[in-house]
């Protein structure tokens, strides 16, 4: 059964730095493009990064260039997302997409 699980979502003051992790299960991950999205409530749910299934190739939004980074361990099934210079603006559900397939989200808030 194909499983997207994320984790790492907190609350950090701005500057902060967070890793979030997708774990996936029921396909094999270097097969697929993987993607992080982020949500705010009201909002429409917008790409952050993407990573590309056989060279690893990457994909950031304008405003999270040079501070967030997307990564990936085959071995462990996982990919990361290494978020630095966190900005109150960069508060939201995070959510692991593959194709049409999603996490449940994992919620980051950046507050003082």
């Known amino acids: 059964q194909l499983q997207l699980v994320e984790s790492g979502g907190d609350l950090v003051q701005p500057g902060g730095s967070l890793r979030l992790s997708c774990a996936a299960s029921?396909?094999?991950?270097?097969?697929?493009?993987i993607g992080w999205f982020r949500q705010v409530p009201g909002q429409e749910r917008e790409g952050v990064a993407c990573?590309?299934?056989?060279?690893?190739?990457?994909y950031y939004l304008d405003s999270v260039k040079g501070r967030f980074a997307i990564s990936r361990d085959n071995a462990k099934k996982t990919v990361y997302l290494q978020m630095n210079n966190l900005q109150t603006e960069d508060t939201a559900v995070y959510l692991c997409?593959?194709?049409?397939?999603w996490g449940q989200g994992t919620q980051v808030t950046v507050s003082s």
């Open positions: 990573i590309g299934k056989s060279d690893d190739s990457a």
């Open positions: 997409n593959r194709g049409t397939d």
């Open positions: 029921g396909f094999m991950l270097d097969s697929y493009h």
